[in-house]
C-alpha cells in the first residue's frame, strides 16, 4: 500500500505537470490517444509474455514519435487519429490472441491499485524525475509557444524538436500512469486538474503547481477510495478529475460574478 | 540594453531578392533599405508578397538570389538562412493571433516571455526584469493592463502588449504583419501613433505591412510598394505616382488624391482579369471605402 500511494504521487506529479501544457496547447486529443496506443503495446507484451511497462512504453514513444512525424507539416489532429486507430486495431488483434489474459487487460483499461507492485517503484521515480527536468528546461519556450503558435519562433528552429521532445514527454507520462488509473481514464488524470487549474489563477507557473497539485489531491483520494472500497481506481479518477474541473469553472464563474458585481456597484 | 543604432544608421538592407515558391516568381528582385529611427510602410494588395517579403527578412525562406543584411551583419543569402543572431535583432508582431480565453497568462507574462521566452530553465524572479517589463508595459501606453489576462483583452490592446512582447530585448528592426488589419479605426490610429513615437523615442526601425497605406501617411518616412512581386521603394511622394506604380502592375493604373487620402485604381486601359489577380480595387462607384 505504501509504495502504491508512492507510485500514485509521483504519477500524479508528472500528469499534473505535462498535463498543464497539454491543456494550454490545446493538445487534448494526444493525451487522449496515447495512453490507448499505449494499451496496444500492454496487450503485445502480454501476449508475448514481456513485461507490460515494456510494451506501454515502446508503444508510447513510438506513437508519440509517429504523431510528430506526420504532423510535421500540416495538421496534428489527423496525424493523432491515424496512428490511434492503427495501435488500437493492433490492440485488438493481440488481443484476440491472447485472450486468456483479460482480468490482466482489464486492469491495464481500468486501473488497478493493487496491480502496482514494489519493482516498478524505481523506474516510476526515475521517469519521475527525467519528466520534471525536461519540463522546467522547456517551460518557457513550451508556454511562449502555446500563446503565439508558430509566431512564437519566426524563425521555426527550434520548433519540430520542441514539439517532438514534448510528445516524448507525453509518452513517458502515459507509460508511467498507465499500469496505475488505466489507459482509458488516464485521459482524465492529464486534463481535469489542469483545465481546473487555468479558472482558478490568471499566473502561468502558479497554475502549473497548481495542477500539479490537483492532480496529487485527485490520485490520493481515488487510491484511498480504491483501496477501502475495492473499486476501480480508473473509476474514481475519472469522476473526481471531472469533479475538481466542474468545482474550478463554477469557483471562476462566481469569482467573475463577484468582480462584476464589484465593479458596477 | 544593446546601444540603439543612431537615427539614420541602416538596419536593413534588402538586396536583389527573388524568390520562388511551388515554380513561381513570388518576389522578383526586390530591393530597399531600413534605417534606424525610420518608420517603412510595406503596402501592397493581397498576394503580393508583402508576407513572403517579411519571411525572407526573418530568415525562415531563403532568396533563390539576392541577399538581405540585418543590423549590418548579414542575415539571410541565397546560401541559406543567416546565423541565429537575427533572431535577437529583429522583433516580429505575427500578423494573426488567436488567444485562448482560458490561458493563465497576464501582459506582464507575455512581455516578460519576450524577453527570455526561448531560453531554457525555469524564470528567476529579478526585480530589474519586474521593471524592465512594466516599463515596456507604459511605453505602449498598456501599463493598466499589466494584470489582465491577455485573453480578455480587446484587438487593440493585445496589439499594444504584442508590441511590447517584441519590443521589450531591444531589437533594432520591428517587423509587423499587418498590424491594423482587424482595428477600428480609432484602434488604428492609437497603434499608428504609438509606433511613430516609438520610432523617435527609441531608435528602432519599423517595418510595417498592410494593404490601405491611408492610415500610415502621416507618420511613414519611407514606403516599400509591392505588387505582384515587385517593388518600388522611397518617399511617399516618389513612389506613389502613376508612373511607377503602372510600370509595377504592368497596366495602368491611377493615383487619386481625395482630400487627405490617396486611392490606387485600375485606370480605363488596365486589364481588369489582371487587376483582379492582382488584388487591386474595383474602380470608383463600386469601390470599398478604402483606397489600396
Ligand atoms: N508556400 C507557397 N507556395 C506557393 N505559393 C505561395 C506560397 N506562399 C505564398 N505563395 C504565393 O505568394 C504570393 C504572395 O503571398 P504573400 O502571403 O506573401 O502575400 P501577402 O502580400 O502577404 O498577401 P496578404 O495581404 O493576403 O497577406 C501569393 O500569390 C501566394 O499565393
Ligand atoms: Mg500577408
Do not use: C
Amino acid at each position: 500500500m505504501v509504495d502504491t500511494l508512492w507510485v500514485a504521487t509521483l504519477v500524479a506529479m508528472v500528469a499534473g505537470a505535462v498535463g498543464f501544457f497539454t491543456v494550454l496547447r490545446g493538445s487534448t486529443f494526444v493525451a487522449h490517444a496515447l495512453p490507448q496506443t499505449a494499451f496496444a503495446g500492454a496487450a503485445g507484451a502480454a501476449l508475448l509474455g514481456a513485461d507490460p511497462l515494456l510494451g506501454i512504453g515502446t508503444f508510447a514513444v513510438a506513437s508519440a514519435l509517429g504523431v510528430g512525424w506526420l504532423s510535421r507539416r500540416g495538421r496534428s489532429d489527423v496525424a493523432t487519429a491515424l496512428v490511434l486507430v492503427l495501435m488500437l486495431g493492433l490492440g485488438g488483434l493481440f488481443l484476440a490472441l491472447s485472450a486468456q489474459y483479460s482480468s490482466q487487460v482489464y486492469s491495464l483499461l481500468f486501473g488497478e491499485v493493487l496491480g502496482v507492485s514494489t519493482t516498478q517503484l524505481g523506474p516510476t521515480a526515475g521517469l519521475t524525475a527525467g519528466s520534471l527536468v525536461a519540463l522546467a528546461l522547456l517551460g518557457r519556450p513550451l508556454l511562449l509557444e502555446a500563446v503565439l503558435g508558430a509566431a512564437a519562433d519566426p524563425r521555426g528552429r527550434h520548433r519540430r524538436w520542441l514539439e517532438g521532445a514534448f510528445l516524448v514527454l507525453v509518452a513517458v507520462a502515459t507509460t508511467m500512469s498507465v499500469p496505475v488509473v488505466g489507459a482509458l481514464l488516464m485521459f482524465s488524470l492529464m486534463v481535469g486538474p489542469p483545465a481546473a487549474a487555468r479558472h482558478l489563477t490568471d499566473r502561468p507557473w502558479r497554475a502549473l503547481l497548481l495542477s500539479m497539485g490537483l492532480a496529487l489531491a485527485t490520485v490520493w483520494a481515488s487510491v484511498a477510495a480504491a483501496y477501502l472500497s475495492n473499486w476501480p481506481v480508473g473509476f474514481y479518477v475519472g469522476v473526481l478529475g471531472a469533479g475538481v474541473y466542474g468545482t474550478g469553472r463554477l469557483w471562476a464563474a462566481r469569482r467573475r460574478r463577484r468582480r462584476g458585481a464589484h465593479l458596477a456597484g | 540594453m544593446p546601444p540603439v543604432p543612431a537615427r539614420g544608421a541602416q538596419v536593413l538592407s534588402v538586396e536583389g531578392v527573388h524568390v520562388w515558391l511551388s515554380g513561381r516568381e513570388v518576389l522578383h528582385d526586390v530591393g530597399f533599405e531600413v534605417r534606424a529611427g525610420e518608420f517603412t510602410g510595406l503596402i501592397g494588395p493581397n498576394g503580393a508578397g508583402k508576407t513572403t517579403l517579411l519571411r525572407v527578412i526573418l530568415g525562415l525562406e531563403p532568396p533563390a538570389q539576392g541577399r538581405v543584411i540585418v543590423g549590418g551583419g548579414p542575415g539571410a543569402t541565397s546560401e541559406g538562412a543567416g546565423p541565429g543572431r537575427t533572431a535577437e535583432r529583429v522583433g516580429y508582431v505575427p500578423q494573426k493571433v488567436v488567444v485562448d480565453p482560458d490561458l493563465p497568462l497576464r501582459a506582464r507574462d507575455l512581455v516578460s516571455l519576450g524577453l527570455d521566452g526561448h531560453r531554457l530553465g525555469i524564470p528567476l524572479r529579478n526585480r530589474g526584469r519586474r521593471q524592465k517589463v512594466d516599463a515596456m508595459l507604459e511605453a505602449v501606453d498598456a501599463g493598466r493592463l499589466a494584470d489582465a489576462r491577455i485573453g480578455t483583452l480587446s484587438g487593440g490592446e493585445l496589439q499594444r502588449v504584442l508590441i511590447a512582447h517584441a519590443l521589450v530585448s531591444d531589437p533594432a528592426l520591428l517587423l509587423l504583419d499587418e498590424p491594423l488589419a482587424n482595428l477600428d479605426l480609432r484602434s488604428e490610429h492609437e497603434v499608428v501613433a504609438l509606433l511613430a513615437r516609438l520610432t523617435g523615442e527609441r531608435g528602432v526601425a519599423v517595418l510595417l505591412s498592410a494593404h490601405d497605406m491611408n492610415p500610415l501617411l502621416p507618420v511613414m518616412d519611407r514606403i516599400v510598394y509591392l505588387a505582384a512581386g515587385r517593388a518600388a521603394s522611397g518617399g511617399t511622394d516618389e513612389v506613389v505616382r502613376e508612373e511607377v506604380l503602372s510600370e509595377l502592375y504592368g497596366h495602368q493604373v491611377d493615383v487619386l488624391h481625395v482630400r487627405d487620402r490617396i486611392l490606387v485604381v485600375a485606370g480605363p486601359h488596365g486589364p481588369r482579369e489582371a487587376d483582379q489577380a492582382a488584388g487591386l480595387p474595383e474602380p470608383p462607384g463600386r469601390t470599398r471605402s478604402r483606397g489600396v
